[in-house]
Protein backbone atom coordinates (compact mmCIF):
# COMPACT_ATOMS: atom_id res chain seq x y z
CA UNK A 1 0.00 0.00 0.00
CA UNK A 2 1.52 3.25 1.34
CA UNK A 3 5.06 1.79 1.71
CA UNK A 4 6.57 -1.26 0.22
CA UNK A 5 6.58 -4.29 0.76
CA UNK A 6 9.77 -5.92 3.32
CA UNK A 7 10.19 -8.84 1.65
CA UNK A 8 12.39 -9.25 -1.05
CA UNK A 9 10.51 -11.89 -2.88
CA UNK A 10 7.41 -9.95 -3.27
CA UNK A 11 9.59 -7.22 -5.26
CA UNK A 12 11.62 -9.04 -7.42
CA UNK A 13 8.46 -11.15 -8.03
CA UNK A 14 6.26 -8.33 -9.09
CA UNK A 15 9.16 -6.53 -11.10
CA UNK A 16 9.13 -9.34 -13.03
CA UNK A 17 5.29 -10.18 -13.39
CA UNK A 18 4.56 -6.34 -14.52
CA UNK A 19 5.82 -6.39 -18.22
CA UNK A 20 4.98 -9.69 -18.53
CA UNK A 21 1.15 -8.81 -17.22
CA UNK A 22 1.44 -5.63 -19.38
CA UNK A 23 2.32 -7.52 -22.42
CA UNK A 24 -0.34 -9.83 -22.02
CA UNK A 25 -2.67 -6.94 -21.59
CA UNK A 26 -1.56 -5.45 -25.16
CA UNK A 27 -1.76 -8.77 -27.04
CA UNK A 28 -5.55 -9.26 -25.44
CA UNK A 29 -6.00 -5.83 -26.94
CA UNK A 30 -5.41 -5.47 -30.19
CA UNK A 31 -5.89 -9.15 -31.28
CA UNK A 32 -9.62 -8.28 -30.07
CA UNK A 33 -11.11 -8.96 -33.20
CA UNK A 34 -9.54 -12.14 -33.95
CA UNK A 35 -10.02 -14.07 -30.72
CA UNK A 36 -11.82 -13.49 -27.35
CA UNK A 37 -10.92 -10.63 -25.12
CA UNK A 38 -11.04 -6.82 -26.72
CA UNK A 39 -11.12 -3.49 -24.87
CA UNK A 40 -12.73 -3.98 -21.30
CA UNK A 41 -10.26 -7.16 -20.93
CA UNK A 42 -7.25 -5.50 -22.00
CA UNK A 43 -7.72 -2.39 -19.62
CA UNK A 44 -8.33 -3.97 -16.64
CA UNK A 45 -5.38 -6.03 -16.99
CA UNK A 46 -3.17 -3.18 -17.54
CA UNK A 47 -4.97 -1.60 -14.72
CA UNK A 48 -4.09 -5.06 -12.78
CA UNK A 49 -0.70 -4.37 -13.54
CA UNK A 50 -0.32 -1.05 -11.90
CA UNK A 51 -1.91 -1.95 -9.43
CA UNK A 52 0.38 -4.77 -8.35
CA UNK A 53 3.11 -2.65 -8.59
CA UNK A 54 1.14 0.02 -6.18
CA UNK A 55 0.47 -2.58 -3.62
CA UNK A 56 3.74 -4.32 -3.65
CA UNK A 57 6.24 -1.50 -4.36
CA UNK A 58 4.85 1.74 -2.50
CA UNK A 59 3.31 4.41 -3.83
CA UNK A 60 6.65 6.01 -3.86
CA UNK A 61 8.55 3.66 -6.36
CA UNK A 62 5.52 2.64 -8.01
CA UNK A 63 5.23 6.62 -9.23
CA UNK A 64 7.55 5.80 -12.08
CA UNK A 65 5.03 3.07 -13.69
CA UNK A 66 1.97 5.55 -13.65
CA UNK A 67 1.95 9.10 -11.47
CA UNK A 68 -0.78 9.63 -9.08
CA UNK A 69 -3.34 12.11 -10.07
CA UNK A 70 -3.67 12.36 -13.73
CA UNK A 71 -5.87 9.09 -13.77
CA UNK A 72 -9.50 10.82 -13.70
CA UNK A 73 -8.25 13.10 -16.41
CA UNK A 74 -7.40 10.13 -19.05
CA UNK A 75 -10.17 8.19 -17.44
CA UNK A 76 -12.30 11.13 -19.26
CA UNK A 77 -10.25 11.19 -21.97
CA UNK A 78 -11.12 7.65 -22.96
CA UNK A 79 -14.97 7.96 -22.90
CA UNK A 80 -14.17 11.27 -25.14
CA UNK A 81 -12.31 9.04 -27.84
CA UNK A 82 -15.16 6.61 -27.25
CA UNK A 83 -18.15 9.59 -27.83
CA UNK A 84 -15.79 11.76 -30.69
CA UNK A 85 -15.88 8.71 -33.18
CA UNK A 86 -19.46 8.52 -32.48
CA UNK A 87 -19.80 12.36 -33.43
CA UNK A 88 -17.34 12.39 -36.32
CA UNK A 89 -19.77 9.55 -37.75
CA UNK A 90 -22.81 11.46 -37.04
CA UNK A 91 -21.47 14.66 -38.22
CA UNK A 92 -20.54 13.07 -41.61
CA UNK A 93 -23.63 11.86 -42.29
CA UNK A 94 -24.44 8.74 -40.63
CA UNK A 95 -25.96 7.69 -37.35
CA UNK A 96 -24.58 8.23 -34.19
CA UNK A 97 -21.52 5.27 -33.64
CA UNK A 98 -22.23 4.32 -37.35
CA UNK A 99 -18.49 3.76 -39.04
CA UNK A 100 -19.08 3.34 -42.03
CA UNK A 101 -19.84 7.36 -42.33
CA UNK A 102 -16.06 7.91 -40.19
CA UNK A 103 -14.04 10.97 -42.51
CA UNK A 104 -10.94 9.04 -43.62
CA UNK A 105 -10.25 8.24 -47.04
CA UNK A 106 -9.55 4.96 -49.19
CA UNK A 107 -11.49 2.44 -47.24
CA UNK A 108 -14.50 0.88 -47.86
CA UNK A 109 -17.47 0.47 -45.29
CA UNK A 110 -16.24 -2.99 -43.99
CA UNK A 111 -13.02 -1.47 -43.33
CA UNK A 112 -14.21 1.58 -41.99
CA UNK A 113 -16.53 -0.44 -38.98
CA UNK A 114 -13.15 -2.28 -38.43
CA UNK A 115 -11.30 0.67 -37.81
CA UNK A 116 -14.02 2.67 -35.78
CA UNK A 117 -14.24 -0.61 -33.81
CA UNK A 118 -10.44 -0.82 -33.04
CA UNK A 119 -10.83 3.17 -32.20
CA UNK A 120 -13.59 2.78 -29.65
CA UNK A 121 -11.74 -0.08 -28.24
CA UNK A 122 -8.89 1.97 -27.33
CA UNK A 123 -11.01 5.02 -25.90
CA UNK A 124 -12.76 1.51 -23.55
CA UNK A 125 -9.32 0.47 -22.41
CA UNK A 126 -8.07 4.00 -21.75
CA UNK A 127 -11.14 4.62 -19.55
CA UNK A 128 -11.40 2.00 -17.96
CA UNK A 129 -7.93 1.34 -16.65
CA UNK A 130 -7.80 5.06 -15.65
CA UNK A 131 -10.88 4.38 -13.74
CA UNK A 132 -9.81 1.54 -12.01
CA UNK A 133 -5.92 3.25 -10.94
CA UNK A 134 -8.00 6.54 -10.05
CA UNK A 135 -10.07 4.45 -7.65
CA UNK A 136 -7.32 2.87 -5.52
CA UNK A 137 -5.09 6.20 -5.53
CA UNK A 138 -8.18 7.82 -4.20
CA UNK A 139 -8.94 4.68 -1.53
CA UNK A 140 -4.78 5.03 -0.73
CA UNK A 141 -4.77 8.62 -0.59
CA UNK A 142 -7.86 9.01 1.80
CA UNK A 143 -6.44 6.22 4.08
CA UNK A 144 -2.59 7.99 4.33
CA UNK A 145 -4.66 10.99 5.42
CA UNK A 146 -6.47 9.57 7.94
CA UNK A 147 -4.06 7.12 9.37
CA UNK A 148 -1.37 9.84 9.86
CA UNK A 149 -4.01 11.70 11.82
CA UNK A 150 -4.57 8.81 14.14
CA UNK A 151 -2.29 7.24 16.43
CA UNK A 152 0.72 5.75 15.20
CA UNK A 153 0.35 2.47 16.79
CA UNK A 154 -1.88 0.82 15.14
CA UNK A 155 -0.22 1.28 11.88
CA UNK A 156 3.02 -0.41 12.82
CA UNK A 157 1.83 -3.30 14.32
CA UNK A 158 0.10 -3.76 10.68
CA UNK A 159 2.78 -3.27 9.01
CA UNK A 160 4.34 -6.37 10.71
CA UNK A 161 1.85 -8.57 10.33
CA UNK A 162 1.13 -7.45 6.89
CA UNK A 163 4.54 -9.06 5.54
CA UNK A 164 3.45 -12.65 5.40
CA UNK A 165 -0.14 -13.04 3.97
CA UNK A 166 1.30 -10.79 0.78
CA UNK A 167 3.10 -13.63 0.02
CA UNK A 168 -0.34 -15.56 -0.54
CA UNK A 169 -2.50 -13.06 -1.50
CA UNK A 170 -1.22 -11.48 -3.76
CA UNK A 171 0.16 -14.50 -6.22
CA UNK A 172 -3.55 -15.54 -7.52
CA UNK A 173 -4.63 -12.37 -9.09
CA UNK A 174 -2.34 -12.33 -12.10
CA UNK A 175 -2.26 -16.41 -12.40
CA UNK A 176 -6.17 -16.03 -13.67
CA UNK A 177 -6.01 -13.45 -16.39
CA UNK A 178 -2.23 -14.72 -17.48
CA UNK A 179 -3.36 -18.59 -18.04
CA UNK A 180 -6.78 -17.97 -19.73
CA UNK A 181 -5.22 -16.17 -23.52
CA UNK A 182 -3.24 -19.21 -23.35
CA UNK A 183 -6.13 -21.87 -23.49
CA UNK A 184 -7.67 -21.22 -26.55
CA UNK B 1 -16.68 -36.27 -19.59
CA UNK B 2 -18.34 -32.82 -20.02
CA UNK B 3 -20.61 -32.67 -16.85
CA UNK B 4 -18.60 -34.23 -14.92
CA UNK B 5 -15.87 -31.44 -15.24
CA UNK B 6 -19.03 -29.32 -14.77
CA UNK B 7 -19.91 -31.03 -11.59
CA UNK B 8 -16.64 -31.25 -10.27
CA UNK B 9 -16.21 -26.98 -10.73
CA UNK B 10 -19.73 -26.81 -9.43
CA UNK B 11 -18.97 -28.89 -6.20
CA UNK B 12 -15.20 -26.59 -6.17
CA UNK B 13 -17.49 -23.65 -6.16
CA UNK B 14 -20.07 -24.13 -3.37
CA UNK B 15 -17.00 -25.75 -1.30
CA UNK B 16 -14.92 -22.14 -2.01
CA UNK B 17 -18.06 -19.93 -1.20
CA UNK B 18 -18.96 -22.20 2.00
CA UNK B 19 -15.04 -21.89 3.55
CA UNK B 20 -14.56 -17.82 2.56
CA UNK B 21 -18.01 -17.53 4.44
CA UNK B 22 -16.35 -19.54 7.33
CA UNK B 23 -13.03 -18.99 7.60
CA UNK B 24 -11.54 -16.06 10.01
CA UNK B 25 -8.84 -14.95 7.94
CA UNK B 26 -10.07 -12.11 5.80
CA UNK B 27 -6.94 -12.73 3.71
CA UNK B 28 -7.73 -16.54 3.20
CA UNK B 29 -11.52 -15.34 2.33
CA UNK B 30 -10.01 -13.59 -0.72
CA UNK B 31 -7.96 -16.36 -1.95
CA UNK B 32 -10.86 -18.89 -1.80
CA UNK B 33 -13.36 -16.10 -3.48
CA UNK B 34 -10.88 -15.82 -6.14
CA UNK B 35 -11.10 -19.61 -6.58
CA UNK B 36 -14.70 -19.11 -6.57
CA UNK B 37 -14.40 -16.71 -9.93
CA UNK B 38 -11.72 -18.66 -11.92
CA UNK B 39 -13.82 -21.61 -11.06
CA UNK B 40 -17.02 -19.66 -12.64
CA UNK B 41 -15.01 -18.62 -15.72
CA UNK B 42 -14.46 -22.10 -16.23
CA UNK B 43 -18.08 -22.74 -16.04
CA UNK B 44 -18.97 -20.68 -18.65
CA UNK B 45 -15.75 -21.76 -21.03
CA UNK B 46 -17.36 -25.12 -20.53
CA UNK B 47 -20.49 -23.93 -21.98
CA UNK B 48 -18.82 -21.90 -24.95
CA UNK B 49 -19.11 -18.13 -23.73
CA UNK B 50 -15.46 -17.73 -23.66
CA UNK B 51 -15.75 -14.06 -23.76
CA UNK B 52 -18.24 -13.92 -20.54
CA UNK B 53 -15.38 -16.11 -19.17
CA UNK B 54 -12.34 -14.01 -20.13
CA UNK B 55 -14.06 -11.10 -18.49
CA UNK B 56 -15.13 -13.18 -14.84
CA UNK B 57 -11.67 -13.79 -15.12
CA UNK B 58 -10.00 -11.00 -15.36
CA UNK B 59 -12.04 -8.75 -13.18
CA UNK B 60 -13.11 -11.36 -10.73
CA UNK B 61 -9.99 -13.13 -10.17
CA UNK B 62 -7.62 -10.36 -11.18
CA UNK B 63 -9.11 -6.41 -9.70
CA UNK B 64 -11.82 -7.55 -7.17
CA UNK B 65 -8.77 -9.56 -5.23
CA UNK B 66 -6.69 -6.84 -5.56
CA UNK B 67 -9.26 -4.06 -4.32
CA UNK B 68 -10.65 -6.73 -1.54
CA UNK B 69 -6.80 -6.58 -0.32
CA UNK B 70 -6.96 -3.28 -0.35
CA UNK B 71 -9.84 -3.42 1.76
CA UNK B 72 -8.51 -5.57 4.29
CA UNK B 73 -5.40 -3.61 4.84
CA UNK B 74 -7.61 -0.59 5.09
CA UNK B 75 -9.33 -2.43 7.55
CA UNK B 76 -8.36 -5.54 10.17
CA UNK B 77 -6.85 -8.81 9.15
CA UNK B 78 -9.64 -11.02 11.00
CA UNK B 79 -13.01 -11.22 11.04
CA UNK B 80 -14.55 -10.64 14.51
CA UNK B 81 -17.70 -12.97 14.45
CA UNK C 1 -40.45 25.82 -3.51
CA UNK C 2 -37.03 24.21 -4.85
CA UNK C 3 -37.96 20.94 -3.02
CA UNK C 4 -41.08 20.58 -5.44
CA UNK C 5 -39.77 21.34 -8.41
CA UNK C 6 -37.22 18.37 -7.79
CA UNK C 7 -40.31 16.15 -7.25
CA UNK C 8 -41.90 17.97 -10.68
CA UNK C 9 -38.56 17.25 -12.52
CA UNK C 10 -38.52 13.41 -11.16
CA UNK C 11 -42.19 13.03 -12.24
CA UNK C 12 -41.17 14.17 -15.44
CA UNK C 13 -38.70 12.00 -16.47
CA UNK C 14 -40.68 9.24 -15.07
CA UNK C 15 -43.38 10.24 -17.16
CA UNK C 16 -40.25 10.10 -19.82
CA UNK C 17 -39.32 6.82 -19.09
CA UNK C 18 -42.96 5.19 -18.97
CA UNK C 19 -43.96 7.01 -22.93
CA UNK C 20 -40.54 5.54 -23.98
CA UNK C 21 -41.46 1.97 -22.75
CA UNK C 22 -44.95 2.51 -23.87
CA UNK C 23 -43.11 2.66 -27.20
CA UNK C 24 -41.16 -0.50 -27.36
CA UNK C 25 -42.52 -3.87 -29.41
CA UNK C 26 -44.27 -5.93 -27.30
CA UNK C 27 -42.49 -9.02 -26.47
CA UNK C 28 -42.42 -11.67 -29.18
CA UNK C 29 -44.04 -9.16 -31.67
CA UNK C 30 -42.92 -11.07 -34.83
CA UNK C 31 -43.19 -7.54 -36.33
CA UNK C 32 -40.36 -6.34 -33.98
CA UNK C 33 -37.06 -5.18 -36.10
CA UNK C 34 -35.14 -7.20 -34.07
CA UNK C 35 -37.18 -10.56 -35.41
CA UNK C 36 -37.00 -10.00 -38.74
CA UNK C 37 -34.00 -12.15 -39.68
CA UNK C 38 -35.67 -15.67 -40.15
CA UNK C 39 -33.00 -18.61 -39.33
CA UNK C 40 -32.34 -21.83 -41.56
CA UNK C 41 -35.04 -23.80 -39.28
CA UNK C 42 -37.50 -20.71 -40.11
CA UNK C 43 -37.83 -19.58 -36.92
CA UNK C 44 -37.74 -15.80 -36.30
CA UNK C 45 -34.55 -15.55 -33.97
CA UNK C 46 -32.69 -11.87 -33.09
CA UNK C 47 -29.16 -13.86 -33.71
CA UNK C 48 -29.76 -14.69 -37.27
CA UNK C 49 -29.11 -11.78 -39.03
CA UNK C 50 -25.60 -11.02 -36.93
CA UNK C 51 -24.59 -14.49 -37.30
CA UNK C 52 -25.19 -14.19 -41.29
CA UNK C 53 -24.05 -10.48 -41.59
CA UNK C 54 -21.03 -10.02 -38.67
CA UNK C 55 -18.11 -10.72 -41.23
CA UNK C 56 -19.30 -9.17 -44.20
CA UNK C 57 -19.66 -5.93 -42.22
CA UNK C 58 -16.92 -5.57 -40.42
CA UNK C 59 -14.29 -7.92 -41.70
CA UNK C 60 -13.76 -8.96 -38.31
CA UNK C 61 -13.75 -12.57 -37.75
CA UNK C 62 -15.01 -12.37 -33.93
CA UNK C 63 -18.38 -12.19 -34.03
CA UNK C 64 -18.94 -11.11 -30.64
CA UNK C 65 -16.58 -8.11 -30.81
CA UNK C 66 -18.54 -6.75 -33.99
CA UNK C 67 -21.81 -7.13 -31.55
CA UNK C 68 -20.10 -5.69 -28.34
CA UNK C 69 -18.39 -2.34 -30.48
CA UNK C 70 -20.32 -1.69 -33.84
CA UNK C 71 -24.20 -3.11 -33.79
CA UNK C 72 -24.57 -2.38 -29.84
CA UNK C 73 -22.28 0.52 -29.82
CA UNK C 74 -24.10 2.27 -27.30
CA UNK C 75 -24.57 -0.03 -25.03
CA UNK C 76 -20.93 -0.29 -24.51
CA UNK C 77 -20.86 3.71 -24.40
CA UNK C 78 -23.05 3.42 -21.85
CA UNK C 79 -20.74 0.75 -20.11
CA UNK C 80 -17.75 2.56 -20.40
CA UNK C 81 -19.63 5.93 -18.84
CA UNK C 82 -20.94 3.28 -15.82
CA UNK C 83 -16.91 2.74 -15.16
CA UNK C 84 -15.84 6.27 -15.46
CA UNK C 85 -19.29 7.43 -13.02
CA UNK C 86 -17.81 5.03 -10.51
CA UNK C 87 -14.78 6.35 -10.08
CA UNK C 88 -15.98 10.08 -9.90
CA UNK C 89 -17.69 9.20 -7.72
CA UNK C 90 -14.95 7.61 -5.47
CA UNK C 91 -13.42 10.58 -5.95
CA UNK C 92 -16.01 12.95 -4.79
CA UNK C 93 -16.14 10.90 -1.83
CA UNK C 94 -12.96 10.27 -0.49
CA UNK C 95 -10.72 13.06 -1.76
CA UNK C 96 -10.49 16.22 1.14
CA UNK C 97 -9.77 19.29 -0.12
CA UNK C 98 -6.47 20.50 1.71
CA UNK C 99 -7.04 23.64 3.33
Known amino acids: MKSASTSPIIQVAIRGLMPVIQLVALYVFFHGHYSPGGGFQGGVLLAVSVMLGRLALGMDMSQVVFRTGIAVGLSALGVLIYASTGLAALLAGGEFLNYAFLPIPGLDPPGLRNLGILLIEAGVTVGVMMALIAIYDEIVDSRGEASATATPEPEARRMEDVRKPREKGVDPGPEGPERTPVAP | MHWEIELLMMLVMITAALIALHIRSLLAAVVTLNIFSFMSAGLMVSMGAIDVAFTEAVVGAGAVGIFNILAIFCTTRSSLD | ?99
Not at chain 3, 7 to 29: E, F, Q, T
Not at chain 3, 46 to 59: E, K, Q, V
Open chain 3, 1 to 99: MRKSFHWLLLLALGVLLALAVCGLPARGDLKAPSHRAINPAGAPVAGTYYIRHAYADARTPNMVTVILADYRGFDTLGETLVVFTGSVSVLFILRRRKP
